[in-house]
């Protein structure tokens, strides 16, 4: 009886996790451009042809954007340069634990 029981339970397992890999992704579905489907392949060039295309050139828009997080990520980064674990609490840590005899 216990051998039908184990089995069962590995039956349903083993049903539950081939359904969980049949699951969709919606957010991936949704930030596909619309048509790319109908789109042709893009066309295969040498290497070289592509190391020695024009070096991309970022507008003003986007510098200022870019500079913009970059500022804000300095600004969090400096935030988290203080200690973890504040002063008090570390001198506590530091004494131990005193087990009661």
Do not use: K, N
């Amino acid at each position: 009886m216990r051998l039908s029981t184990s089995l069962s339970c590995l039956t349903l397992v083993a049903a539950l996790a081939t359904q969980s890999g049949c699951a969709q992704f919606p957010e991936l579905d949704a930030a596909r451009t619309p048509g790319i489907e109908y789109a042709p392949f893009p066309a295969i060039l040498p290497l070289d042809t592509l190391v020695r295309g024009a070096e991309p050139r970022a507008t003003p828009e986007m510098r200022a954007g870019i500079e913009g997080r970059v500022s804000g990520l300095r600004a969090r980064a400096e935030a988290l340069q203080g200690p973890v674990v504040p002063a008090t609490d570390r001198t506590r840590m530091d004494d131990g634990v005193t087990l009661p005899e």
